[in-house]
Every structure is written in C-alpha cells, then in structure tokens.
C-alpha cells in the first residue's frame, strides 16, 4: 500500500527550500551509480572523492583511529574539538606554512562543508554582496542560504578560472565578503604567487579605509583544502604567508579530506580571527557538525608526524599526477590531430580542465548535450562548468581522477576519441 500525504505538498515548505537548487554534481554523480550498478564500463570522473582502491587513507593513520576506537574515544568531543587536534592545527601551519595564530583561532568541524557553512553565518547578513569567481564550488549555493547578495565575476582560461586582483578591484568597495580556492575546484588549477599578494594587499588597503570610517571589515575566505597537491613547479601560497597584514580578515577553509584521500572521515578546520572562530563554534554547536572524537584523536596525532606525512604524500602525489598527465597528453595528442578538444596542463587539486569543444557542431547547442553525448556514446562520465555557477555554454568540463585507475582513464579516452572523430 502506498501512503498519500496530501497535507504535505509544496505549500508546507519554507520560501528557504522552495527556492534552493540541489547539488548539479550529486545529482550527476547519483546517475553514473545508477548505471553502474545496472553492469555499464563508465570512466567515472565526476566526483571529487578517491576509491579506495586507488587511494588509500594513510597506513598510520589508519592504525591511530583503530588505536582511538580501542581505547573508548567514542563519546562527544568539544563543540570546537578537541586540544589536542587544535593544537596540532596550530603547530601545522606554523611548522609548515610560517603562520602563527592562538589556539583560539582554531575550530574543528565535520569536514570543510560544515566550516564554509558557518563562515558565510557567522559574517554574512541578509543584504550583504559575496564576491567570488565562478566557476567555483557552492558559493552561489552558500550565498543564497544567507540571503546575501552574489557578486559572480566570469573568469576564464585566460586567468586558469581564478580571479584576479583587477577583476575584483570594481566590487569590493561595499562587500561583506571575497571567497577564493586555490589550487581551484573544479579548474585543478593554482593561484601564482604575484596574485595572491596583489589580492591580499587589495583586501588590507580596502580595510584600512574602511577603518578611517568605521565601515565593517571586508574578509576573504580562502579554502585552501587542497593546498597540499600541487604539481610541477605549481606552489600554493595564502595570502597571510604573503602580506602578513591580511591576516586578521582572512578565515581559511582547511581539512584532511583531500591532502589525505580521507573524504569519509570528516575531519575540517578553520583557522581564523578569535571572535569569527568562535560565533562559528557556537553556530555549528547548534547544528552538531562534529568531527568523530576518535579520528580527532587520531589526526592530533597524525599531523605531527611529518616523516610519515611526506612519506604519503610522495606516493599520493606520484600517483594522482600520473592519471592527471595520462589525461592531458592523450588530450593534447587529440587536439594536435585536429580533434575538438584541449585541456588546461595539471596545476594542483585532483582535477583537469577540459573543454570538448562541441558546441555549434552538428544539433549540439548546451554543455549538457555534450555531457550526455559522452556518457551515452562512450560510457565517460564529466561535470559541466555549470555545476560551479558558470552560465556560458563554452564546453568546459571538470575531470576529477581520485576514483579512476590508469586503465579506466586510458580505455576511457579511446571511446572518446571515436565520438570526438565524428565531429572533426
């Protein structure tokens, strides 16, 4: 029997709700499982995440949350985690990036969603303009939560998908907040150096003006989630590191989900002035975005351990740069036979920017023609630009490698290639 709940339609709901756009990537990523399960090959490269059977959380710290687990650390931790984490935090980004904050700077949360969640709360009200890039991952969404006023500056492959300090000069006089990720989701690329300390200084002369007239401070927020992978001679820098002046309105986004393959593990942090730290705790008391008392536990423990750290990083790193350049060279191979296609070389993150530049070729009007072209006629899966805000129909895509092994992405692009040929 199936039961009717004539009561509950859409007139029950908040104008929140009525209004909210679920995630494009979740609803694309819940397709591909669909199909997967009904026996399809998919090439799947829609998802920020990493199989397990390609990457693997570190051994050590596998072995310390089994430890944790073993000695009863199963019950609540602090509403902003535990010491011992946040003072691992803290000794982290002094040992590693040369950046030191008081330990109340420090808050732990159930990964970094529930540390951008309560940023944008904490600062934003009703009214207030967000600038930020897109593409870029959910700030539309988060902006929307608060009832704030988006400010989108299009960026393109001119600039690798990232703003710059021009772009963002015109906007900022009257803004509540910049968000910038660097190295970038969904572009894979990195912010070079000369740009971050030109933001950076942007943000501490538009603050020092507004302290002459009592304006509230303009902060960037700056999720660095993945500033642990870069490529190449890509280095990743924050703007503190840079112009130490910026420090006091800057809130960094930060977690193991990425740098260590442990997305499940829910383990985020921020970093960030004292009294934002702790609104951001009290909300998030509220919500009980905690991260698992024995992976804290485990982590506090884990970040110090640089050897083990580097150890795992060194394989990671070989490995994901190895499935990011499979999939540039065969690109570029494609584009240098004439094929409509070209990708952005690897930078950082676990991404690849790709543009199958189809759009005006044959019916093909809508990235998402493209998108279903390629997964129905060569069983790869990709994420359009317009799942990270971007309206235009150029044909850039995101090709995410953490679930993919080598083979997958080399039988994966053969299908492509014959799709593409039909197009040349």
Known sequence: MTTTFPVCDDRSLSQLALGLTGSEILKISGEIRVLAEAGHDICNL???????????????????????????????????????????????YDDVLGLKYPLDSVLIAGGARPIIFSAYAAVVDPGDKVVYPIPSWNNNHYTYFMRGVPVEIT?????????????????????????????????????????VERIARLVVEENERRAATGERALLILWDQVYWMLTFGASRHYSPPQLVPEVQPYTIFVDGISKAFAATGLRVGWTVAPPPITARMRDILGHVGAWAPRPEQIAVAKFLGMRSAIDDFHESMIRELQLRLDLLFDRIDAMRAEGLPIRAIAPQGAIYLSVQFDLIGRGAIKTNEQIRRLLLDDADFAVVPFQAFGLPNETGWFRLSVGAVSPAQIETGLARVRNVLARYA
């Open 46 to 92: 829609t998802v920020g995440d990493f199989s397990p059977k390609e990457f693997r959380i570190p051994q050590v710290l596998e072995g310390l949350i089994a430890e944790a687990f073993a000695k009863g650390e199963t019950n609540y931790p602090p509403s902003d985690g535990t010491k011992e984490l946040r003072q691992a935090v803290v000794r982290y």
């Open 155 to 195: 960026v393109g492959p001119e600039t690798n998908f990232l703003p710059t300090a021009d772009l963002l000069r015109p906007h900022i006089r009257d803004a509540r907040m910049i968000c910038i990720c660097t190295p970038l989701n969904p572009a894979g690329t990195v912010m070079a150096r000369e740009e």
